[in-house]
């Protein structure tokens, strides 16, 4: 048997060649390294997705146990019906009296001394006289 010649082709351009392989190589590397990401990213997602359904469970249970336990019956609860209309002004002035009477009340309490008190007492007791 006669040995077959061999046949080398001749590549005009051997540097574009390497060149365009080279480049592939690298874009092929890109696209599984993003997967690689995209891969964590989708296990991530489910695991966070697991965690906000256990969270749902725990919050709807806790709602329950809330419902249950602590708030009064629907029935228990009386609504009071509005007898007459009061202005908003009105309303208004009545809780800013309410608001200075409070903060008179906690301004002689939390600013007067020793001395000061007894000094009031004092003025008490002779008014009661």
Same mark, same amino acid.
């Given at each position: 048997m006669q040995k077959g010649k061999l046949l080398h082709a001749q590549i005009k351009?051997? /540097?574009l060649v390497r060149k365009t392989l080279l480049e592939s190589a690298i874009s092929t590397a890109e696209a599984l390294k993003s997967m690689h990401e995209f891969k964590k990213l989708k296990s991530l997602e489910g695991r966070k997705k697991? +965690?906000?359904r256990r969270l749902f469970e725990e919050v709807k249970i806790l709602r329950t146990k809330l419902e249950e336990e602590e708030l009064p019956r629907l029935t228990e609860? &009386?609504?009071e019906k /509005? &007898? +007459?209309d009061v202005s &908003?002004?009105?309303l208004i002035k009545e809780e800013i009296k309410k608001q200075r009477k409070q903060e008179t009340i906690l301004g002689k309490e939390t600013e007067k001394s020793g001395l000061d008190l007894e000094i009031d007492r004092l003025r008490e &007791? /002779?008014?009661n006289l």
């Open positions: 351009n051997p /540097i697991a +965690e906000l609860i &009386k609504h /509005i &007898k +007459e &908003k002004k009105v &007791k /002779i008014r």
